[in-house]
């Protein structure tokens, strides 16, 4: 008897533990680890995953009665093999979260859905017929039973007995079960060429041209083009005669493939170097791990491009993971001029172009992944090397359930194929670069840029001058002398200012109230180029006012800066420079952010203007200067990681500038010049701001000195918010009490956005080196905490504490 084990489909903790299950005759060919199958459970017909295969053991008259079968096998190819299995459980013990949500997020979105719905009974004969006999409606009696008579039926023939309510209710019921199998039908086209298979042009173009002259069309187009792009062929041929060749196999589908370059970098000393430690690791299949701390323009991209060689050279398979989609356009170019066999996985892909790459990589068609948080997840086989480039980016951590940080689940999928783990960054997190000065991974330092490149030098202007001027307050001066000098040399400036919109407050001059979002606890931003004033957080969206709500007055002032106003103001002083503007708005839509950043490439852009999107791992060795516009917005946040934050994003957009031969120069324009924040960042020393930083933590006892839990209590009432953090946080004290565990409580106290979506929140925080206890505190709210009107959530590690 062959028997399986199985994790079921469910979002429920309590089933996160493998069931046994026998495999009938009919379905043995069919049975592989990482295919849905259709089991029984209790008395339900439930989905499952399988996990592993048993293997063949004599049965007893006792197993074929307590063992179940396996009903129906739903997947046409395996989802996932076992180690993503054992990454999964991994998570789901590691994130608090059932293993159900976790395959889920591994799966394709295309491959979540059923084709060909059959339902099925989901109870025994005996107990649909004592519930048929309870039923009013004697069309539902007449369905039942059919259903039981017939065994199946295709949910287009229940349609014809019963409403789409009535089956649904059927289904909520539990009496009977919608399945179906699990099959991409759609075809991606776009990147793909058709190109000649089986087919001998001398002897068998003849024969096709008499019988079918339309498929002999299509081959001697391919013939002369040597490949043809899959729209274009279809627009001349018809999809019969298309189809026809692909089923006779004189054609077939490919992924066009790449131009590869032969030009090689040459290495200096530090680049090679680091890359030999990496080499190594990659030749004893050691499963090392590496931080690549290199300045801005050192190199890190060639390291990586080589280190990915070196993995296939030795028959594995790499992962390349950048923080944003615009890295992933960026690097692209980069790496598929040097590696043959490659695939790109993000969000922003169609469901029928991502699922296309997922199955290339999961028939072992692929050699390097290159894509955002979610290609950690990607098939592949054989992984010998995972790089995550800029890894103190943000967006490397979930927000949804599982709230997973990309560099967990990273360092356990080495763990588990005995992967080399590379980070890179000019500014690693505080969090790596002590884990590397303690010794727990290998430090690679790039202390120069490469080439001709020297690091820009960067100045602090003091705008305290500048706003008691008449001349502009959003750009000094001397930042326009700067940018005209530098327009006149034909160079290219970026100015930065991370806040999109004209203006971030309204105020009126004559009661002195603001502008807020009904909502929200903060501030409108007025868009000029929508004249809205939108709400950054709900999306809540008005008309501007042209007296004030609360006392009439018609004196209502826009303050502060946004992109939008700085691409205005740009203008005015610069009326025939060629500027554009780079932040969300203006990247909603289709194809403006590529447009862009490959306008900035070919010079055809003088001034860009942008958010933290022109900040990291651009490469435009023609800009000379870079404006920081307002440096102070982004200080003195209530959150004990926004110096960090700070000084990371300031040196990364520093460093667009001098990538060339040509001299860099920054300008930070600030209002508090003596902050000494400033001049570590004219030093460019971040190693100087971590030792400083890193006392602080260890004095407030903050990561990476302890372990954090921070739990969230929202409702439609501040009262109610706070009860139930009140409530949390004695509940939690008598839990510690009983522990004698050395743990400290901050709050209960408001949020800093005390009001989201109109929800109020309150917030604990739980400070413990022991993760174990913050975990069972955390499982102790998700398995006995169910407050009416209230939602809690929680966060083991957060990266935003506001």
């Not at 799966?107 to 649909?128: F, H």
């Not at 202390?447 to 490149?453: D, G, L, P, T, W």
């Not at 933290?612 to 004990?640: E, R, T, W, Y």
């Amino acid at each position: 008897m062959l028997r399986v084990r199985v994790l079921i489909n469910l979002p429920a903790i309590s089933l996160d533990h493998s069931y046994t299950y026998m495999v009938p005759q009919p379905l043995r060919e069919d049975i592989e680890v990482g295919k849905r199958v259709l089991v029984e459970l209790g008395n339900r017909k439930v989905e499952a995953f399988v996990s592993e295969i048993l293997g063949e053991e004599e049965s007893s008259v006792n197993d074929v009665t307590t063992i179940k079968p396996v009903l129906k096998v739903l997947d046409r190819e395996a989802i996932f093999d076992h180690n993503l299995f054992l990454l999964a459980e991994w998570m789901a013990e590691s994130y608090l979260c059932p293993i159900s949500l976790v395959l889920k997020l591994m799966t394709p979105r295309l491959l979540r859905k059923k084709k060909g719905v059959i339902v099925t009974p989901a109870l025994k004969r005996e107990e649909i017929e004592l519930w048929s006999s309870r039923l009013m409606a004697q069309r539902e009696s007449d369905f039942l039973d059919l259903l039981l008579k017939r065994g199946n039926l295709s949910l287009y023939e229940a349609k014809k007995y019963l409403s789409n309510e009535e089956i649904k209710a059927l289904v909520d019921e539990n009496v009977i079960k919608l399945s179906g199998h699990y099959s991409a039908q759609r075809v991606e086209k776009i990147g793909y060429v058709y190109v000649l298979k089986d087919f001998d042009l001398e002897q068998d173009l003849p024969l096709l041209e008499k019988a079918a002259p339309r498929q002999a069309e299509a081959v001697r187009i391919i013939a002369k083009e040597q490949e043809v792009d899959c729209i274009l062929l279809e627009q001349l041929i018809p999809a019969r005669s298309i189809k026809s060749l692909l089923e006779k196999s004189f054609i077939e589908r490919q992924k066009k493939k790449s131009i590869l370059s032969d030009r090689i970098l040459q290495l200096n000393r530090e680049q090679e170097t680091a890359y030999r430690s990496i080499k190594k690791a990659l030749i004893n299949d050691s499963g090392e791990e590496f931080l690549l701390f290199g300045v801005t323009g050192s190199g890190k991209t060639e390291i990586y491009i080589r280190s990915v060689e070196k993995a296939i050279q030795q028959g594995r398979t790499a992962i390349v993971l950048v923080p944003e989609i615009a890295l992933t356009r960026h690097l692209l170019a980069d790496f598929s001029s040097r590696i043959k066999n490659m695939a790109v996985m993000h969000s922003a892909m169609a469901d029928g172009e991502r699922h296309a790459e997922w199955k290339r990589i999961r028939q072992g068609e692929v050699d390097l992944v290159l894509g955002t948080r979610s290609a950690i997840f990607a098939p592949l086989h054989r992984l010998g090397l995972i790089i995550i480039d800029e890894e103190q980016e943000s967006s490397y951590k979930q927000e949804d359930t599982p709230k997973y940080r990309v560099h967990e689940v990273a360092r356990k999928r080495a763990e588990l194929d005995r992967a080399v783990l590379l980070m890179g960054s000019a500014t690693p997190s505080l969090d790596t670069l002590y884990r590397a000065v303690k010794g727990e991974m290998k430090l690679l330092s790039l202390k120069q840029r490469v080439a001709e490149a020297r690091m820009p030098i960067i100045r602090v202007e003091n705008m305290k001058a500048a706003a008691l001027s008449r001349q502009s307050r959003v750009i000094s001066p001397f930042l326009s002398e700067k940018l005209a000098t530098t327009l006149q040399r034909g160079e290219q400036s970026i100015l930065f200012i991370n806040r999109r919109g004209y203006s971030p407050l309204s105020l009126c001059r004559s009661c002195g109230n603001i502008l807020l979002c009904p909502s929200c606890s903060v501030g409108l931003t007025y868009h000029q180029d929508t004249a809205k004033n939108l709400c950054h957080y709900c999306n809540y969206q008005a008309s501007p006012p042209v007296n004030c709500p609360f006392c009439g007055s018609r004196h209502m002032s826009y303050l502060g800066l946004g992109t939008q106003r700085v691409e205005e103001e740009s203008q005015k002083l610069f009326p025939t420079a060629r500027i554009q503007r780079l932040d969300m708005d203006s990247s909603r839509r289709v194809g403006f952010q590529e447009s862009i950043l490959e306008r900035m490439e070919k010079r055809e852009i003088d001034i860009l203007i942008g958010t933290q999107m022109v900040a990291k791992g651009l490469n435009f060795p023609h800009v000379s200067l870079v404006g920081i516009v307002d440096a102070d917005s982004m200080l003195n946040l209530p959150d004990f990681r926004a110096a960090e934050r700070c000084i990371q994003l300031l040196l990364q957009v520093a460093g667009r500038s001098g990538r060339g031969s040509l001299p860099g120069e920054v300008i930070i324009q600030t209002f508090n010049p003596a902050n000494p924040l400033f001049s570590i960042l004219q030093n460019q020393d971040y190693l100087a701001f971590f030792y400083q930083e890193i006392k602080q933590r260890r004095l407030l006892n903050y990561p990476p000195f302890t372990q954090l839990l921070r739990i969230v209590c929202s409702a439609e009432s501040p009262e109610m918010a706070q009860m139930v953090a009140d409530v949390l946080s004695r509940e939690i004290n008598d839990i510690i009490d009983a522990k004698e565990e050395d743990i400290e409580i901050l709050g209960p106290a408001p949020c800093p956005l005390l009001k989201i979506r109109n929800r109020y929140r309150w917030q604990l925080t739980l400070k413990c080196e022991n993760m174990l206890l913050l975990k069972s505190i955390a499982r102790y709210i998700i398995d006995y905490k169910d407050f009416k009107n209230t939602q809690v959530e929680w966060d083991l590690n957060p990266v935003m504490t506001m």
